[in-house]
């Protein structure tokens, strides 16, 4: 922001200044000789000039100090300096509306982003500026709020400067700030023609690309973006999940890879995440590769539920009632690893267990009722409870009306009942 008007256009200005207001000789040779110098010499060698100080070198030092500023680790001194030199420059008409662009740009350098709109709004109240003035105007507008002022003079530049670049990129912003999708895409489209290598501009083309509802090309503008910015972390996992909820597991897990090329730093959720591609791309090894680097102490429910169906596909049996045992330690009651669980629980011999965990599950309710009952069902026939399983399957059939294999078992039930 603070570079929205070059500082050596201002000494350039200000010798220019100092020539058409017939200023001395001596001022307009001072200022040439300037226009190279360091920000410290043009300050010392203007400090040497004998008061009364001619506006054009106040708003030159007024420059200088501001660049000091910008320089400086604690710019208060040099800020404050620069803000009375810029005013000492608005008391002559031919620097005036110079040291306003100066003490707008004074203003956003303490981020006091109102009294900068304001500054600058003046010093192009005539609309007579270059670009970077129009820019820098709505840049001061977008920070203070005013999105409006923005719009407004992003329009009055782009029609003086219609290719200026900077402009068309405020312009994309402000159509991505209002939500303008069909807008946005047509000039995030525009710029990359020139820019092709713009990773921010390929990730607003897939915003805009999202909101109008085509997903692939939301998706292939962010493999785009991410082909010019592969660092970007999270642009990976965005595009991951865009992928991902397009059902294209492969992908999502090679985009996420180089994320996780070294497991024991990563984070525990994208870990998990991971393993959850890796399961779905048929990479089982892979999986349960990350999910053991996930430390014991930071393994949650999602660590376990994926670490049993892990081993599970692995043919680990005893793994996998190690992790439905320890989600159910950490208080699991979704139905799904219930009914798991009372599976285990049988194939240990523990009836019992596995009977509590099933009626759980049918109090619960939700799509794994179904599958608890008909568990449930089967445990009372081995345990020769026929009329508590003729009753349960009474229900199942009441809910499930079109269950074959339940109608069958059902009329296996009516023939070979014992007769009282």
């Known amino acids: 922001m603070g570079a929205a008007v070059s500082g050596r256009w201002l000494l350039s200005l200000a010798v220019c200044l100092a020539l058409r207001a017939g200023e001395e000789p001596a001022v307009s040779d001072l200022l040439a000789r300037l226009r190279q110098a360091a920000p410290q010499e043009v300050v010392e060698a203007i400090d040497r000039w004998p008061p009364p100080l001619p506006a054009a070198l106040a708003l030159a030092r007024g420059e200088a100090q501001w660049r000091l500023a910008l320089a400086a680790a604690d710019p208060a001194a040099p800020l404050a300096a620069a803000e009375r ?57 977008l920070r203070a709020g005013d999105r409006r002022l ?33 807008e946005a895409a047509s000039a995030a489209r525009a710029l990359l023609a020139a820019d092709p290598d713009d990773s921010e501009l390929w990730r607003a083309l897939a915003w805009a690309a999202e909101r109008l509802g085509n997903d692939a090309e939301a998706r292939a503008a962010l493999e785009a973006a991410l082909a010019c910015a592969p660092a970007d972390a ?29 497991p024991a730093a990563a984070d525990p959720a994208l870990l998990a ?7 779905a791309s048929d990479e089982v090894p892979l999986a349960r590769q990350w999910l053991e680097a996930v430390p014991s102490a930071q393994r949650g429910r999602v660590h376990h539920r994926l670490a049993a169906q892990a081993a599970l ?10 992790a439905i045992a320890a989600l159910l330690e ?14 285990f629980a049988e194939e240990a011999g523990e009836a019992p267990r596995a009977e509590a965990l099933y009626r759980q599950t049918l109090a619960g309710g ?13 445990l009372c026939l081995r345990q020769q409870r026929r009329d508590e399983a003729r ?15 339940a109608r069958a078992l059902w009329r296996w039930l009516a023939e070979t009942a014992p007769e009282r």
Do not use: K, N, Y
């Open 85 to 141: 030199d810029f005013r000492a420059a608005l008391a002559a008409a031919h620097t005036a509306r110079a040291a306003r662009w100066g003490l707008a740009r004074c203003a956003a350098l303490r981020g006091a982003w109102s009294s900068a709109l304001a500054e600058a709004s003046a010093a192009l109240a005539g609309g007579d500026g270059e670009a970077e003035h129009f820019a820098f105007l709505a840049e001061c507008a």
């Open 150 to 182: 923005a719009t407004l003079a992003v329009q009055q530049g782009i029609l003086r400067f219609p290719s200026e670049r900077r402009l068309r990129r405020l312009e994309l912003q402000l159509l991505l700030a209002a939500e303008q999708a069909a």
């Open 234 to 262: 999270e642009l990976r996992r965005q595009l991951a999940s865009r992928q991902w909820a397009a059902g294209q597991a492969l992908a999502a897990l090679a985009t996420l890879r180089p994320l996780l090329s070294e």
């Open 273 to 279: 995440w991971a393993a959850e591609l890796a399961l």
């Open 313 to 322: 596909r692995a043919g680990e049996r005893a793994a996998a009632q190690a």
């Open 330 to 343: 950490l208080g699991e009651d979704d139905p799904a690893v219930l009914v798991w669980a009372g599976q």
């Open 366 to 378: 939700g799509q794994a009722a179904p599958a608890a009952r008909l568990r449930l069902i089967a």
């Open 391 to 405: 009753a349960l399957l009474d229900r199942h059939l009441a809910e499930q009306p079109d269950d074959g294999h």
